[in-house]
């Protein structure tokens, strides 16, 4: 599912107009994307947890040169689902 449909089904879920249902959406992202950029995480009970992990600077092989490189550090956002969502796609 695209942006734009998903934007049409909330729209047609809710009852709110397209351009109203595409503001609620992007305002969800900038929400998330801002609380993960100060460190924080958004849980949604039932659903799942969007968080910030960091993973460690670690050795790697370049892929033309076979060359040993350091690839650095870097936080990584994550998303674990939750208990109904893990129930809702198994069909339980």
């Known amino acids: 599912m695209t942006k734009s449909e998903f934007v049409d089904h909330i729209a047609q879920k809710s009852g709110l107009a397209k ?18 950029k100060r460190g924080g995480e958004v849980n949604f009970s039932g659903f799942g947890k969007f968080h910030v ?21 870097a936080k990584l956002p994550k998303f674990t689902a939750g208990s109904g969502l893990k129930k809702s796609v198994k069909g339980e």
């Open 53 to 73: 992990t960091e993973r460690g600077a670690r050795e790697g092989v370049h892929p033309r040169t076979g060359e040993k490189i350091t690839i650095a550090a």
């Open 19 to 36: 351009t109203d249902a595409g503001k609620a959406v992007d305002a969800v992202i900038d929400t998330i994307q801002d609380t993960l």
